[in-house]
């Protein structure tokens, strides 16, 4: 096994950082891997927004319902949807480029490469001995962190990642099995077979937390899961995105 995939395969979100930070060199760095990250068509619609400011940090700690972590890191990177640049490219080419802009295609190109050149940024900063936490938390309320961050029209922040040294290595959550996850040449859609395969995650699953936290939880992952679903969160997203610009055709 080499080092890429030793690194991948030891992947866990880290949620308790040292007082230290990353160095100027660190972060460029990383965001140069994100930037190596594929890009669909070379469009490269996505920005990267560096937090360092500790009131901004703690202002979307709060947005993010308390995460002490979003403020208390190494570095706090949000990953943002960005077309805003692609409207300057229409006037400085004179083309017509509000329709392909505002379609729901691009909406999802940009949305992949954000998410691509994240992972890389992710791989990167562990690879270098560090941990991250993606946070979602912050699309709480994303007009607050549009006017925190100053983002213009068609630029939507998607999420951010807590970067630092590890001050706890928490264990590695198990994953769903592999034949649950991997399907050849179509779509397995036997019932049967993947209501057996999740109750035996949810065996896998429950001991895990019985082990992590000495029997306070045994949750098992549809359990879990299905109460996060049938709790409505974050509703609002749908036309916050299209009042920015983005995802009206």
Same mark, same amino acid.
């Given at each position: 096994?080499? &080092? ?17 930070? !990353? ?12 930037? @190596?990250? @594929? ?13 360092? &400011?500790?009131? =901004?940090?703690?202002?979307?700690? &709060? ?5 002490? #972590? ?19 490219? *229409? ?8 329709? @392909?802009?505002? @379609?729901?295609? =691009? /909406? ?17 900063? &562990?690879?270098? +001995?560090? +941990?991250?936490? #993606? ?6 309320? !994303? ?13 939507? %922040?998607?999420? *951010?990642?807590?970067? +630092?040294? %590890? ?6 959550? %198990?994953?769903? %099995? /592999?034949?649950?996850? #991997?399907?050849?040449?179509? #779509? ?5 077979? /993947?209501?057996?395969? !999740? ?38 997203? =749908? ?6 610009? !983005?995802?009206?055709?």
């Amino acid at each position: 096994m080499n &080092e890429v995939i030793s690194t991948l395969l030891n992947h866990r979100s880290i949620r308790h950082f040292q007082d230290k930070p !990353l160095t100027e060199e660190q972060v460029k760095t990383i965001v140069a891997c994100a930037q @190596s990250a @594929s890009t669909s068509s070379f469009i490269q619609a996505y920005s990267i927004i560096g937090v360092t &400011e500790k009131e =901004k940090k703690q202002k979307l700690a &709060e947005i993010a319902r308390g995460q002490a #972590y979003v403020a208390n890191n190494g570095h706090f990177f949000v990953f943002c949807a960005d077309l805003h640049r692609h409207e300057l490219i *229409g006037r400085m080419e004179n083309k017509d480029v509000l329709p @392909s802009i505002e @379609s729901t295609e =691009k /909406f999802m190109a940009a949305l992949i490469d954000a998410a691509l050149a994240a992972q890389n940024a992710a791989i990167a900063a &562990e690879s270098m +001995g560090l +941990g991250i936490c #993606y946070i979602g938390g912050i699309r709480n309320n !994303l007009d607050e962190v549009k006017k925190l961050l100053k983002t213009p029209d068609r630029v939507i %922040p998607l999420f *951010g990642m807590a970067v +630092g040294y %590890p001050e706890k290595i928490t264990d590695q959550k %198990p994953r769903l %099995p /592999f034949a649950h996850i #991997y399907h050849e040449n179509e #779509y397995e859609q036997d019932e049967a077979r /993947f209501l057996n395969q !999740l109750e035996e995650y949810n065996q896998i699953t429950s001991s895990y937390y019985d082990k992590r936290t000495g029997g306070a939880r045994k949750d098992r992952w549809t359990e879990q899961i299905g109460e996060m679903l049938e709790k409505k969160s974050r509703m609002y997203m =749908k036309d916050f995105v299209q009042k920015n610009k !983005l995802d009206l055709h």
